[in-house]
């Protein structure tokens, strides 16, 4: 999932939000369509799903913590690894998902 900056709301506090999953990315794992919810304080650490801003984009993946640093991963390997000098990038951390009309779809993430 990627989207231009105005597209993120502007939350206050640590406010929770929702955002919808568009493209083919994080396939297998998450469908285009499925909505993510999103912790802008939750805890990002090796393996968690993150919300970033990378090259001035916001970008959905895998955070994976490699010899050389951190990297954020596409689980559909069609897509590349992006390499993070560090977490400052990192938003918020996917708690849930869900398939909108479909609540037993639903999975949580912490």
Known sequence: MQAHNNIVPEC????????????????PEFQEGEIII????GLAKDGSFVLA????EWIF?????S??????????????????ADLSAVRGVIIQKALPGRRRASKHYI
């Open 12 to 27: 206050g506090g640590g406010e929770s939000f929702a955002l919808m999953v568009l493209g083919q990315s994080m396939t």
């Open 67 to 84: 010899e050389t640093g951190w990297k954020l991963h596409a689980l559909n390997s069609a897509f590349s690894d992006k390499a993070l």
């Open 53 to 56: 801003l990378h090259q001035d």
């Open 61 to 65: 993946r895998q955070l994976i913590r």
């Open 38 to 41: 999103i912790e802008p304080e």
